[in-house]
Structure formats: structure tokens, C-alpha cells
């Protein structure tokens, strides 16, 4: 908001350079944004917080400037000419929704003659950014922007039976607003009218119909107080943001409607040459009272760590209005009628607190005072993040939004939708990780980074009856080298082994007695046969594999692109896995290789589990895997190493016969697996 | 006869076989030398050692039994000082062909050490994620403990109880992102407070952290989703002073002793008095620069007493206890510490971007 420093100068003196004023108004609260020269004048441009309605005009901003800086401050003229006969003969005001419209007062003004506004009124509008239409709308511009108080003027001949009612609007009742468009009312709304039809949208618009015209010449002025509330909901629901409606749903000053009313019939005279008839018409069914604090005197120390003055705290209050009586144990404070934000002890102590200066309050650090405790997930997170980083994945953070295109091609659940989205493309809640984390890759690929190792550690969401749940999920994705090439070496492209050794790395974290990878009930935007579920201790934890290659296709990935969707929360259940020592062995361990013939069709999982488990037994690793030439059709060759070791005692040829000759057996009655000669 | 031959022959049946004791030495002493000549590693060293000097089998082993022990007692003396003497030539002679060996393989295999070696890269942190990591670290140092919540809100915890009027600009002003009339996108990371004091008892400390949304179009200063860490603390005589020390610490240890901090007077809705807090500009020292718009002064965050009306809300007695809570925002952070000038760069998962956080 635009204040000019030569239409503060009416109300309170500013010797002050411009920069130094704006530091101190700053510091006090009324954040100037700006100071700026234009035309010769100096203006302040204003980021006014909406508790402060009563800052946002000239007089009130000089309100502030006389409290910081201990001026007098000097009220505008209000004094009007009168003339008979008495308003009240000419127009009069009913207020049939004294719920939303407390007071209504007018001014009627014969005899004016409507034509621009003179220089000096239409140069101060323009400079605080408002456009001048004529001088009679004018004049309610300017006392707005002077003293905050929005208000309107009617041409009196137009309006039915000289009569103003505030009502509820009727269902299906039209009103052409002076932006020229018809709006369609209910009874949400208030509007202004009189004796036969809506003549106003209540604080937020005037009628087209009783517009002030150049044929204009009597007047009533409209100075009313309506309900924010009220206001609000109007001008959200129209999409109307006005002047006027923007303070009034702030919330305006009550006591301040027949002020601004005789402001402007007084200047009306003047710049118009009317006759203002005496008396202001007052519609005011509920007398508002003004609410009284109590402020304790202990109350500001104990908030602010510091005790304020009693005479500071008394000079800065009767500074900016409010009115201030000794109590026992305090003050009873008696909050002006326009600090509509002001209800409460504490909103008094902020007043004292801030002209006083917030600098005023030494820094110190509190006392010590709970053990602090971690996030419950804390540690593990970092231990996940930690392996991630070792393995040489990026973190990323994706957006929570997708379209719901995506969430139904990868999700697993129905999505939460979002019911004002950013985008359509964003309209509801992730249900899978997927999507972001293809487009990360996809972003990397198109700018030639070939090789891409991305980790995402975040939530996806979904509803359920008890209420929605956002489980936490750690996704990767992985393209081009999993080993880096060297001058000497041409590196190793990421397939589906490599890219299950990182996985695994992950899930070492975990406690899990059970673990198997199971190429079945796959999500179908895997390729089939090069990606597994991840099945711990009975519960799918993660699935992984490569991008089904039509699917990458189609979005343009030129090279197999790797992902793996953990379920942390699942994984979380296991717990993580707490190292315990176990003494080291002081003998050897023997291993014993075994060439085998495996059907076709039996995986290395059946296999080792052919072979079961035996405490002594402590690895059984495929060291070869062929088939072909010389292997047999329907078999494929293994070579099988065993390794056995115990703490203490050797291992003799003996038991190390029997334990393989044990294999052996089970291989051959379990699964069929020959020997090779 | 190879020299094998006589050191397993009698020297008795040497000597009948007219050999002399010195030569006999002399022969032996020169096919060492002449095998000597030809190694060149230390695997011919050993074999050569071993052969000559071996405990059991080594052709001086053979000579002392063969010879020494065997010959005429006359020649005893005489075999006896050749014997040692050759034994200890050999050895010293062994001795500096070890060393010549030794220096010999460093001088062997030269690499090049500047060619680079196959590395795996570490991965990157996210710099949203440091900056947390680092702020958190603070106020753990500082008795916080740390918590988290729920981005998928109620009306009730993100606006009502934190004493929102209902009908207020103040709740357009956060841009809310609706899912239905009573739940919504959490617009900051505030409702921990009202969620951690209905369950919990003054004293406490909370440092929490999360995504929060606004209803923004994604541009290079705006998201529609971005990351907060709430602060807050709560107890008997916690006063604005105790805000205004907290924060000043913290933004010293964040942005390093030489900034200066600035509480200015501002409105929220939860808080009372409230404050924005600028530090001098971190760019140009507090001089003046672009990026500050001369002003001197950065807007990091904003802070302020807890209202009165949020304790109503849990249950706490507002005459007994008393807090402060701020609301920081790590993208902003971010971009201000590492000097990025594009929020959305911290969406994209572009790895030359996240690269330089390894």
C-alpha cells in the first residue's frame, strides 16, 4: 500500500529523512517494502500484515509515526456546513440485518455538480495508485485512502422512495455491479437497497443503477460498518476483491462511520459546490461497546523477560488511542474502537512491545531443561541414508503430487485426490514413487548423463477408514555403469544382478531370519523375468527390476532403467538388525567345490535350500554357471562351493566327506541334480 | 665330476682320487659364484640360498658332513678352517645379493599414480537434506528433541487451533490445498505444536520437521511443496528474550558469528508478539547488494511467543506456562547457503546439481 509522506505531514510532523522513518516504522511493524520518488513526491510503499486494518490509511499510519516517534497527532477537519432542511426529510435508512449491518450512517448532499476532481485530489490518487472517475467517487476514494473508512455514494433521485434498506439479499435477486456484470444473490448475501430492488453488493460493490452520472445532482453518502465475516464470504464468493471489501473483511472502524461520512460532505461542498443538509442520518439499532482489558502489571515481564517501564507503558498506549486507567495490580485498558485485532491482554503487551522496540529485549539463552529425544525413525533413516551414500546413489526429492494416470498405471491403491490441485498433472497424492522417480532418470538421460544413480526416501499417502495413512517409502533407480570405465578396464553396465547386489546392501540393515526373491505377482511395469518381489520373514518388503522395455519405449528411455520400491514400514516392522560379536574362529575354513548338473528350471534358491541349513556350514556360493556344448540338454552346469568352519577344531577329511557326500544326496533326491564325471 | 657329485662324495675318496683339500674348496666357492652370476629375482635368490646353505640339504650341510666329519685327522685343521670360511664368504656374499635383489623389484613395477582409478562414487545428500541435518544437530545441542507429523492434515490442527479465526484473510493468505472440506495439505508444520502439547506436559523442546504445501504455481522462488522446521519450546518463564537468544544461536552457528540478527514486529495468527527475523546479508556483508535489494538485511523466518489461544486449545494454563515457536524454511535456506538461485533445481533430481553435495 501507497502512503505519501507530504499527506502524512497533515496529521503528524516528519522531520525525518524518508530511509530513517521507513527503518523505524519497519522496526515497529509496518513493513515498508519501498521507499520511492515519483513526481516530486516521496512515497512509502506499505506490506500492511491483515491484523492491522486500521494502518492501512494515511491517518492511521501517521497514528504510528506519532506513538514511535512521541508527536501530537492531528486529526483531519470534519467541520460541514449545514443547511435545512434536515436530512432525515430527504432520505432514510432502515437496517433490516442489523447482524451484518450494525450501523449505517449517510450524509445527503443537494445540488452538487458532478465534474473532475481538482488537481490536488486527482494527483493524490493517482500517485497512491488509484484511478480518478469524477469528483463526487473521488472524494470517497480519497477519504478512504486518508482515513481508512470505505464508503459510497449514491445519486438520491435514483433510489426508489429516497430509501436505503440493508438486507439480506432475496434468492435469485439480480444485481448489475459497476464492473457491468449481473450477479445472481441469495440470502448469504447482504446488499444495499431501496424501496423495490438491490441497489448494492453490501461493502463490496456499488450498482451500475445508481451510479453517480454526470447527470447527477443529489447524493446520499453511504459511511457503514458491516460484518468481515459477511464481507469475506461475499467477496470470496463473487471472486470480488475490492477496496473496499478488503477492509471491510478485515474488519473497519465502527465508531468512525459518521467521521468519515462528515469528511466527506465537508470537502463535498467545496470541490462540488453542494448543499449538505444538516445532520447525519445514524442508523445505529446495536450501540457497540468498547471492550475493556486488564493488564496485569507483572504481565509484561513475565512474557517478555523484561519489565517495561510503567510510563512508557502508559505513553505508548494513550499514543495509539487506547485509553488507560490505573487498576489494582495494573491497568484497565480500554482498546479503541478501530484496533479491531486488539481483544486480549497478550495483544496488549505486543502493542507495548513493539513501539517500545523489540530491540529493547536482550538475548539469552533458556535454561536446559528435558532430555531431548530423537525422531522415532531418525536413526534409521540416517543408517538407510548412509548406505545409500556408500553406494553411490544421489538423494532426490520428488514432488508429492502425480496425475491420476500415473497413480492408476503404478499405484496400488486409490489415490487421495486433491480438490484445488496446482495442476491437473498434480491432482492427487502419490500412491507410488514410481512415476517422479522414472522422470528423474528420464531428466538425467536427455541431458546426456548416462549413467544415473538416484535414492528417494519419502511417504506415499492413502485413505483409509481410520484415516489416512502415509507410509514411508525408499525408492531407487539406477541406468548405465554400475562399475565405472578406466583406462584399463571398459566398466560394467547395471543388469538386474548388480542392480539386486545394491538392494541387498539395504536389506542387510534389517533383522530378517527369512529372506527370498521371488520372480512372481510382479507389478506389471516390470519386465517379466528380470525382476523379483522381495519376501522377508513372510511379508513383501520390496519389489525390483528393470523397467518393462515397452514401458521404457514409450517414454523415450533409450537405455534399461533399473527401480526398487521399498516398503519401509514393513521393513521398519522387522527392526534393524543389532550387531552382536561372535569370537573369530582360530582355525581354517575348508571349502569343497562341486560340479553339478542342474535340471533346467531349478533356481539357486531351491538349491541352497536343497542343501538346508547346518550351523558349521557358513557359505554356498555359485562360483560357475554355464550350459551349452558339452552340458547336457535340460540341465544346466553348476559349480557349487561349500565352505564349512567351526570355532575351534579342525575340520578332518573324514567330516568334510560326509558333510559333502550329505550335499551330494539331498541334491540328487530333492532336485534331481547330477554329478559331473 | 659335477660339483653335486663331490660334496656327496667321502673326502677320503676325493683324495684318492687325487683332488686336493684347497681346490676342492676353490671349486666349491666358484660354481657358487658362477650360479650367483645368473640370479636375478628372489625367487632364484632363495632357490640359490637354499641349495647352498639349506640346514639339512644345502651343499655346505654335505661338505661339512661329507668332508669335515670324514677327513684323515691331519687334514682335520685344515678342512675345518676352509669350511668355515667358505660358509661365511657364502653368507656375506648371499647377503649382498639379497640386497641388490630387494632394491632391484622396487625399481621394477612403475606406475603412473596421476591416471585415475576405478572409482564408485559416493552418492550426494540433498542439500535440503544437509541443511536440516545441520539445524537439527543445533538444536539437539540445545536440548531439542525431535518429532514428526502428518502432511495430510485436519482444518482443525492446521488453522482452528492454532487460533485462525474461521472467515479470516489470514487463512487465504496460506494458500491452502484442499483433499475435503476438513482435510487439506498441511500449509506449515505448525499443527505439531497443538499434536505434541495435547499429549504431552510442559517442559518440552521440539525441533520437527516435514513438507508443507501451498497452493503455488512451481516458478524460481515459489513451490507447492516445500519444507519447514518447526521450533518450539514450552514451560514456566520462557520469554521473549529466550526466543530472541535461541534464534540468534542458531542463525550464528547456521550463517557463521559475523551475521547480526533483526527481530521486526509482524502477525500471526499463532503467535503473540510475533516477529519476522532478518540476518545482515550474508552475500555482501550487510553493505548492500542485489540480493538483498540494498537493504542489508535477509527474511529468514518468523517466530513469536505461542498465542495464549493455542494453549487454550491443549489444555495448558496460559498464566503458568509460556513458549515460543519459529517456522524456518529449509528450501530457502538452502538456496540462500549454497547460493542457488532456482527452487525447482531441488526437484528435479538433476544429478550435476546434486553431484556437487557429495
Redesign the interface.
Known amino acids: 500500500m501507497r502512503i505519501l509522506l507530504s499527506w502524512l505531514q497533515e496529521f503528524v510532523d516528519i522531520p525525518e529523512y524518508p530511509d530513517g522513518l521507513a527503518h523505524e516504522l519497519?522496526?515497529?511493524?509496518m513493513?515498508v517494502d519501498a521507499v520511492i520518488e515519483e513526481q516530486g513526491e516521496t512515497i512509502l510503499e506499505f506490506d500492511i500484515?491483515?491484523?492491522?486494518p486500521d494502518a492501512m490509511n494515511h491517518l492511521g499510519m501517521a497514528r504510528e509515526i506519532a506513538s514511535i516517534f512521541q508527536r501530537p497527532l492531528r486529526l483531519p477537519k470534519t467541520d460541514v456546513l449545514e443547511a435545512e432542511p434536515a436530512a432525515s426529510s430527504k432520505a432514510s435508512i432502515e437496517i433490516a440485518d442489523p447482524d451484518l449491518c450494525p450501523r449505517y450512517s449517510g450524509r445527503v448532499v443537494l445540488g452538487v455538480e458532478v465534474k473532475p476532481s481538482p488537481d490536488w485530489i486527482r494527483r493524490r490518487l493517482e500517485l497512491c495508485g488509484v484511478r480518478s472517475i469524477n469528483n463526487i467517487a473521488d472524494l470517497t476514494n480519497y477519504v478512504l485512502l486518508e482515513v481508512g473508512h470505505p464508503t459510497h455514494a449514491f445519486d438520491l433521485d435514483l433510489l426508489d422512495e429516497s430509501k436505503i434498506i440493508v438486507r439480506r439479499a432475496k434468492a435469485g435477486e439480480v444485481l448489475r455491479t459497476l464492473d457491468g456484470v449481473d450477479r445472481t444473490l441469495s440470502s448469504d448475501h447482504l446488499v444495499i437497497a431501496d424501496a423495490m430492488r438491490a441497489v448494492a453488493l453490501a461493502g463490496v460493490m456499488g450498482g451500475l443503477e445508481c451510479e453517480i452520472s454526470d447527470s447527477t445532482q443529489n447524493v446520499l453518502i453511504e459511511s457503514a460498518w458491516f460484518d468481515?465475516?459477511s464481507i469475506?464470504?461475499t467477496s470470496?464468493y463473487f471472486g470480488m476483491h475490492t477496496e473496499a471489501s478488503h477492509r471491510f473483511?478485515?474488519g473497519a472502524d465502527r465508531e468512525a462511520t459518521v467521521f468519515a461520512a462528515d469528511r466527506i460532505a465537508g470537502m463535498l461542498s467545496q470541490v462540488s459546490a453542494g448543499t449538505v443538509l444538516r445532520g447525519c442520518l445514524d442508523a445505529h439499532p446495536q450501540p457497540h461497546t468498547p471492550r475493556n482489558v486488564l493488564l496485569r502489571s507483572g504481565a509484561i515481564e513475565?512474557?517478555?523477560?523484561?519489565a517495561v517501564p510503567a510510563e512508557e507503558v502508559e505513553r505508548i498506549l494513550r499514543a495509539l488511542g487506547f485509553g488507560i486507567a490505573p487498576n489494582t495490580g495494573g491497568w484497565e485498558v480500554k482498546v479503541p474502537s478501530y484496533r479491531l485485532d486488539v481483544n486480549?491482554e497478550?495483544?496488549v503487551?505486543?502493542e507495548v512491545?513493539?513501539v517500545y522496540g523489540?530491540?529493547q529485549?536482550?538475548?539469552?539463552?533458556?535454561a536446559?531443561?528435558?532430555?531431548?529425544?530423537?525422531?522415532?525413525?531418525?536413526e534409521e533413516e540416517t543408517r538407510l541414508?548412509n548406505i545409500?551414500?556408500?553406494?553411490?546413489?544421489?538423494?532426490?526429492?520428488?514432488?508429492?503430487?502425480i496425475s491420476t494416470e500415473e497413480a492408476e498405471e503404478f499405484g496400488a491403491w486409490p489415490a487421495?485426490?486433491?480438490?484445488?490441485?496446482?495442476?491437473e498433472l498434480?491432482d492427487v497424492?502419490r500412491n507410488t514413487a514410481v512415476p517422479?522417480?522414472l522422470?528423474?532418470?528420464e531428466?538425467?538421460l536427455n541431458?546426456n548423463?548416462s549413467s544415473?544413480?538416484?535414492?528417494?526416501i519419502g511417504?506415499l499417502?492413502r485413505s483409509e477408514d481410520s484415516g489416512?495413512q502415509?507410509p514411508p517409502v525408499l525408492t531407487l533407480g539406477a541406468t548405465g555403469l554400475a562399475?565405472?570405465r578406466?583406462?584399463s578396464?571398459p566398466g560394467k553396465p547395471y543388469d538386474f544382478y548388480e542392480f539386486k547386489a545394491d538392494l541387498a546392501q539395504f536389506l542387510t540393515a534389517f533383522e530378517i531370519h527369512q529372506l527370498s526373491f521371488e520372480a512372481r505377482e510382479l507389478p506389471p511395469y516390470y519386465a517379466a523375468g528380470r525382476a523379483a518381489r522381495v519376501v522377508a520373514d513372510g511379508s513383501v518388503v520390496a519389489y525390483l527390476g528393470e523397467l518393462d522395455p515397452k514401458l521404457a519405449a514409450s517414454r523415450k528411455l533409450r537405455q534399461p532403467v533399473f527401480i526398487a520400491e521399498v516398503q519401509l514400514d514393513r521393513l521398519y516392522k522387522l527392526g534393524f538388525r543389532r550387531p552382536q560379536h561372535r569370537a573369530l574362529s582360530r582355525v581354517p575354513a575348508v571349502s569343497r567345490d562341486f560340479s553339478l548338473l542342474v535340471p533346467e528350471g531349478v533356481a539357486f534358491e531351491e538349491v541352497r535350500a536343497a542343501v538346508g541349513r547346518h550351523p558349521e556350514l557358513t557359505a554356498l556360493e555359485p562360483v560357475e554357471i554355464f550350459s551349452g556344448a558339452q552340458v547336457p540338454e535340460g540341465r544346466y552346469s553348476l559349480l557349487l562351493r561349500a565352505t564349512w568352519q567351526r570355532s575351534a577344531e579342525s575340520f578332518t577329511d573324514d567330516e568334510v566327506n560326509r558333510h559333502a557326500e550329505q550335499i551330494i544326496q539331498d541334491l540328487r533326491k530333492k532336485l534331481g541334480v547330477e554329478l559331473r564325471s | 665330476m659335477a660339483i653335486d657329485e663331490k660334496t656327496a662324495a667321502k673326502l677320503t675318496d676325493l683324495l684318492a682320487a687325487g683332488e686336493s683339500v684347497e681346490t676342492l674348496y676353490q671349486e666349491l666357492r666358484s660354481s657358487f659364484e658362477a650360479e650367483k652370476a645368473a640370479v636375478s629375482n628372489q625367487e632364484q635368490f632363495k632357490h640359490l640360498r637354499d641349495r647352498w646353505l639349506g640346514r639339512k640339504n644345502g651343499l655346505l650341510a654335505s661338505t661339512n658332513d661329507n668332508w669335515l666329519k670324514a677327513a684323515p685327522r691331519e687334514l682335520k685343521r685344515d678342512v675345518g678352517r676352509l669350511q668355515n670360511e667358505t660358509k661365511a664368504r657364502l653368507e656375506a656374499s648371499l647377503a649382498e645379493l639379497k640386497e641388490k635383489i630387494d632394491s632391484s623389484i622396487d625399481a621394477g613395477e612403475k606406475l603412473d599414480v596421476t591416471l585415475p582409478g576405478p572409482a564408485r562414487e559416493i552418492g550426494a545428500r540433498h542439500p535440503v537434506r544437509m541443511v536440516l541435518e545441520e539445524m537439527l544437530y543445533i538444536f539437539r545441542g540445545l536440548g531439542y528433541s525431535v518429532a514428526e507429523g502428518p502432511e495430510i492434515e485436519s482444518f482443525y490442527y492446521n488453522f482452528e487451533a492454532l487460533g485462525f479465526p474461521k472467515d479470516h484473510p489470514a487463512v487465504d493468505e496460506m494458500d491452502t490445498i484442499f483433499v475435503t472440506d476438513q482435510m487439506l495439505l498441511r500449509t506449515h508444520t505448525s499443527p505439531i505444536q497443538v499434536r505434541i502439547m495435547e499429549s504431552r506436559k510442559p517442559p518440552l523442546r521440539y525441533a520437527v520437521a516435514g513438507k508443507v504445501y501451498r497452493h503455488d504455481a512451481p516458478d524460481s522462488t515459489h513451490s507447492p511443496m516445500f519444507h519447514q522446521l518447526e521450533i518450539f519450546a514450552v514451560g514456566e518463564n520462557v520469554t521473549f528474550r529466550d526466543l530472541k537468544g535461541t534464534l540468534d544461536h542458531f542463525l550464528k552457528k547456521f550463517f557463521g558469528p559475523d551475521i547480526k540478527t533483526r527481530f521486526r514486529p509482524s502477525f500471526f495468527p499463532f503467535t503473540e508478539p510475533s516477529a519476522e527475523v532478518d540476518i545482515t546479508c550474508i552475500f555482501c556483508a550487510g553493505r548492500g547488494c542485489r540480493i538483498c535489494k540494498q537493504t542489508g538485511f535477509i527474511e529468514v523466518l518468523g517466530c513469536g511467543m505461542i498465542d495464549p489461544e493455542v494453549f487454550r486449545h491443549v489444555g495448558y494454563d496460559p498464566d503458568r506456562y509460556s513458549g515460543f515457536a519459529a517456522g524456518i524454511g529449509l528450501d530457502r535456506f538452502a538456496l540462500l547457503k549454497y547460493d542457488i538461485d532456482d527452487i525447482q533445481i531441488l526437484f528435479q533430481g538433476d544429478v550435476r546439481f546434486l553431484r556437487q553435495f557429495r
Open positions: 519497519t522496526m515497529a511493524g513493513a500484515t491483515s491484523n492491522r468481515p465475516g469475506r464470504r470470496r473483511e478485515r513475565r512474557l517478555l523477560g523484561l486480549r497478550v495483544d503487551i505486543e512491545a513493539r523489540y530491540d529485549f536482550a538475548p539469552k539463552l533458556p536446559l531443561g528435558v532430555p531431548a529425544e530423537p525422531a522415532p525413525l531418525s541414508r545409500a551414500r556408500a553406494l553411490g546413489y544421489n538423494e532426490t526429492i520428488a514432488y508429492s503430487f487421495v485426490r486433491l480438490r484445488n490441485p496446482v495442476s498434480w497424492m517422479p522417480m522422470k528423474a532418470l531428466w538425467n541431458r548423463e544415473v544413480r538416484l535414492v528417494e511417504r499417502y489416512f502415509e562399475r565405472p578406466t583406462f578396464e
